[in-house]
């Protein structure tokens, strides 16, 4: 399944996300996966927790994508 979610600013942290979209149930959790290197940014596995993530890039974990897009996309759709 793709989740499609708003990135409000600039950027949003990884452990920030999966938290937000219910992939994770806390920080921690969110941390620790990222650490054991269950996520894929862009196809690459990413170990930074606090990696900054941009409208345009593409998240992999648990059997889920997101799609980040820019909060002004959503706004014009």
């Known amino acids: 399944m793709t989740i499609r ?11 920030q996300l999966l938290k937000a979209v219910g992939l ?18 862009d196809g690459d ?5 606090r990696a900054k993530l941009r409208p345009g890039q593409r998240v992999d974990f648990a059997g889920e994508t ?3 897009i820019a909060a002004d996309v959503v706004a014009a759709v």
């Open 5 to 15: 979610f708003s990135v409000e600013g600039e950027f949003i942290q990884l452990d």
């Open 24 to 41: 994770c149930g806390s920080g921690g959790e969110a941390k620790q996966r990222v650490a054991d290197g269950d996520v894929f940014v």
């Open 45 to 49: 596995i990413e170990n930074r927790k």
């Open 66 to 68: 997101i799609e980040l």
